[in-house]
């Protein structure tokens, strides 16, 4: 059974950084599109950053660009996003969420936000903060 565990968020001061797992099992992550989301308070949900599976290409929003950084460590079956320099607008839950056969990591990161994961469903994700 697919399940996709997230984890790592919490209440930080801007400039901080902090590192969300999304900690997978049922399956191994060679054959899937991979990508984090969130969501803030009144927000719609947003791809933050993906990638995908054909040619291991990224895509991060420009909101996060230069700051985030997506990772897998197969080994561990677990997905990574690595946040920097955060801003109050980082607030939200995230996500985690595969899919397959997307056309670019854009668009699986586009089309998930909008119409929810391929594999399984949105798990409770994790919040993160970020207040002075």
């Known amino acids: 059974q697919l399940q996709l565990v997230e984890s790592g968020g919490g209440l930080v001061h801007p400039g901080d950084s902090l590192r969300l797992s999304c900690a997978t099992s049922g399956f191994t992550l060679d054959a899937y599109d991979i990508g984090w989301f969130r969501q803030a308070p009144g927000m719609e949900r947003e791809g933050v950053s993906c990638?995908?599976?054909?040619?291991?290409?990224?895509f991060y929003a420009s909101s996060v660009k230069d700051r985030f950084t997506i990772s897998v460590d197969k080994a561990k079956n677990t997905i990574y996003l690595q946040m920097n320099s955060l801003e109050p607008e980082d607030t939200g839950v995230y996500y985690c969420a595969l899919g397959r056969k997307h056309p670019s990591a854009q668009a699986m990161c586009s089309m998930t936000a909008r119409l929810g994961p391929q594999m399984g469903s949105w798990g409770q994700g994790t919040l993160v903060t970020v207040s002075s």
């Open positions: 990638i995908l599976n054909y040619d291991r290409s990224t």
